[in-house]
């Protein structure tokens, strides 16, 4: 009796354990929570170099699923631990491990938004990357001179002051610097349309050229329209080899300005000084947006050589010294200000 039975003893025993098994198993795969409950999303950091065991852990400790070791199983025989990306992740309980899975392979990651204004220095940008805690401010500052990383953007610049566009970016925590500086070169290019490139070449420009024009351009107005005036009057003091004179690229020179500009910075040696040096600085003083870019290309057409802030964030133009001075005794000598000369 017992040999009769004895070829149905496996299935009699492992067939209820496959069963409990399957459904303790499909009980893994569902959700924590009902996800009709509206669970609270949690942010999920994801380093670099974490363990799956680790990361299963931070989940776990949110409570986003019901069992670490069940989901370390369900990771493993879909080979998705081998797959995880770094960065942050928005989870809540209503999802299932799958889910969670999918986007920790896929690298759905929370992006940061930030925002760089027209004008921005490099140093600005950086120091805007690490407040949102998407950089070391150091590094970011190193790359953006680093003449191997300027190389493989088909740069031949000392650095990538004027190249970095100033828009709103998204970027995700632990994205490489590296990767943030080529994007934002690649939307300089952009902004840089090719009409504007073929102007460029009509005016005798070099793209360097255009970049420095439109950063100072860019620091000395923050008037639309007055833009193009700006423009027209640089254009011209270079075309009658006029020292440009111009109170942003001095500040750029200087190692600390305390928002306060003296005669005596006026003559500092270096080549950015525009009140000592004839020409163009040697290389762009901040990151200029497209409207100072085409500004810089399209200049206004007119005989001004001089202009001088109303103290309104607007500025009078002028085509005489005679009458530059007035307007200057007007705007700035009686408020202890200066103007251009």
């Given at each position: 009796?017992?040999?009769?039975?004895?070829?149905?003893?496996?299935?009699?025993?492992?067939?209820?354990?496959?069963?409990?098994?399957?459904?303790?198993?499909?009980?893994?795969?569902?959700?924590?929570?009902?996800?009709?409950?509206?669970?609270?999303?949690?942010?999920?950091?994801?380093?670099?170099?974490?363990?799956?065991?680790?990361?299963?852990?931070?989940?776990?400790?949110?409570?986003?699923?019901?069992?670490?070791?069940?989901?370390?199983?369900?990771?493993?025989?879909?080979?998705?631990?081998?797959?995880?990306?770094?960065?942050?992740?928005?989870?809540?309980?209503?999802?299932?491990?799958?889910?969670?899975?999918?986007?920790?392979?896929?690298?759905?990651?929370?992006?940061?938004?930030?925002?760089?204004?027209?004008?921005?220095?490099?140093?600005?940008?950086?120091?805007?990357?690490?407040?949102?805690?998407?950089?070391?401010?150091?590094?970011?500052?190193?790359?953006?001179?680093?003449?191997?990383?300027?190389?493989?953007?088909?740069?031949?610049?000392?650095?990538?002051?004027?190249?970095?566009?100033?828009?709103?970016?998204?970027?995700?925590?632990?994205?490489?610097?590296?990767?943030?500086?080529?994007?934002?070169?690649?939307?300089?290019?952009?902004?840089?349309?090719?009409?504007?490139?073929?102007?460029?070449?009509?005016?005798?420009?070099?793209?360097?050229?255009?970049?420095?024009?439109?950063?100072?351009?860019?620091?000395?107005?923050?008037?639309?329209?007055?833009?193009?005036?700006?423009?027209?009057?640089?254009?011209?003091?270079?075309?009658?080899?006029?020292?440009?004179?111009?109170?942003?690229?001095?500040?750029?020179?200087?190692?600390?300005?305390?928002?306060?500009?003296?005669?005596?910075?006026?003559?500092?040696?270096?080549?950015?000084?525009?009140?000592?040096?004839?020409?163009?600085?040697?290389?762009?003083?901040?990151?200029?947006?497209?409207?100072?870019?085409?500004?810089?290309?399209?200049?206004?057409?007119?005989?001004?050589?001089?202009?001088v802030s109303r103290n309104d964030g607007t500025h009078h133009?002028?085509?005489?010294?005679?009458?530059?001075?007035?307007?200057?005794?007007?705007?700035?000598?009686?408020?202890?200000?200066?103007?251009?000369?």
């Open positions: 009796m017992i040999a009769k039975y004895a070829r149905w003893l496996p299935a009699m025993i492992f067939g209820p354990v496959l069963v409990v098994g399957f459904f303790g198993f499909g009980w893994l795969l569902q959700p924590n929570v009902d996800p009709a409950s509206n669970p609270p999303v949690h942010t999920v950091d994801i380093p670099e170099g974490l363990s799956f065991q680790q990361v299963a852990t931070r989940i776990d400790e949110q409570g986003l699923i019901k069992n670490r070791g069940g989901f370390v199983l369900l990771a493993k025989l879909t080979m998705a631990d081998r797959r995880i990306k770094p960065g942050e992740y928005a989870f809540d309980a209503g999802m299932r491990p799958m889910e969670i899975l999918a986007d920790l392979q896929e690298g759905k990651v929370i992006l940061r938004q930030v925002t760089f204004p027209e004008g921005f220095t490099v140093a600005q940008i950086a120091r805007r990357l690490a407040e949102q805690g998407l950089v070391e401010e150091k590094v970011f500052l190193q790359l953006a001179q680093d003449p191997d990383l300027i190389r493989t953007l088909d740069l031949d610049v000392p650095n990538l002051e004027g190249y970095l566009f100033p828009t709103t970016y998204q970027f995700a925590k632990y994205s490489q610097p590296e990767d943030m500086i080529r994007t934002m070169v690649a939307f300089t290019w952009k902004a840089l349309t090719p009409e504007l490139r073929e102007r460029a070449k009509a005016l005798d420009m070099s793209i360097h050229e255009v970049l420095t024009l439109a950063s100072v351009i860019e620091k000395e107005t923050g008037v639309p329209e007055e833009r193009p005036l700006i423009a027209g009057v640089f254009h011209n003091r270079l075309k009658r080899n006029i020292l440009l004179q111009s109170d942003p690229t001095v500040i750029y020179a200087m190692e600390s300005f305390d928002g306060n500009l003296r005669k005596r910075d006026l003559s500092i040696d270096n080549p950015y000084n525009t009140y000592r040096f004839k020409g163009l600085p040697p290389g762009p003083i901040a990151n200029p947006g497209a409207a100072s870019m085409k500004a810089a290309l399209y200049p206004a057409e007119n005989s001004y050589l001089y202009f133009f002028s085509s005489t010294l005679t009458e530059h001075n007035r307007a200057v005794d007007k705007f700035q000598r009686r408020l202890g200000g200066r103007g251009m000369s």
